[in-house]
T-cell receptor
């Protein structure tokens, strides 16, 4: 158990819909990262927040957005969903503000299926 | 272009045997390199992290090596166990703290 929690575990929705994925970091961690992993694909870094502020941006689509709240939990919003958005979405947390500066602890993931 | 390439793509070995996974990168400048283990359907777990000055680092039966001159790293697994069946991902940290992920090596350990 990494100490990072993600909800929901599974999500099934239709094309064109909007969903919100939630992540609670490990106690004491200020950085939250979001990753997308499509079937048989590698991890794709989406975005990082540090203490409520956007810190780094990766290959995140304009239809996707994220935020980190004062209690440090984070939400990833996916809108106008397409079939290709079906994937595992991971959240990770760390204490450092610089990506890769220390160990990232990954949550169990949310499996999104778009029908 | 900053890239991380892993080989082989997949590997099948018998329980008890050793194996070595490769990671070649073109990321420059280089900050650090990390190996992750990812069980199917679960989040990755960090195995080792190596900086420019480190050549070898061990974590139990896992030993990572780094040659910063040739930009190559390897992950050696000794006396494999069924629980080693997973994907192994190499991640390189480059400039501006950008993380470059390899596509992983899928290892299957058979009894």
């Amino acid at each position: 158990d990494s100490g990072v929690t993600q909800t929901p575990k599974h999500l099934i929705t239709a094309t064109g819909q909007r969903v919100t994925l939630r992540c609670s970091p490990r106690s004491g961690d200020l950085s939250v990262y979001w990753y997308q992993q499509s079937l048989d694909q590698g991890l794709q870094f989406l975005i990082q927040y540090y203490n409520g502020e956007e810190r780094a941006k990766g290959n995140i689509l304009e239809r996707f957005s994220a935020q980190q709240f004062p209690d440090l939990h984070s939400e990833l919003n996916l809108s106008s969903l397409e079939l290709g958005d079906s994937a595992l979405y991971f959240c990770a947390s760390s204490s450092a503000w610089a990506p890769g500066g220390d160990t990232q602890y990954f949550g169990p993931g949310t499996r999104l299926t778009v029908l | 272009k900053n890239q991380v390439e892993q080989s082989p793509q997949s590997l099948i070995i018998l329980e008890g045997k050793n194996c070595t996974l490769q990671c070649n990168y073109t990321v420059s400048p280089f900050s650090n390199l990390r190996w992750y283990k990812q069980d199917t359907g679960r989040g990755p777990v960090s195995l080792t992290i190596m900086t420019f000055s480190e050549n070898t680092k061990s974590n139990g039966r896992y030993t990572a090596t780094l040659d910063a001159d040739t930009k190559q790293s390897s992950l050696h697994i000794t006396a494999s166990q069924l629980s080693d069946s997973a994907s192994y991902i190499c991640v390189v940290r480059g400039s501006s703290y950008k993380l470059i992920f390899g596509s992983g090596t899928r290892l299957l350990v058979r009894p």
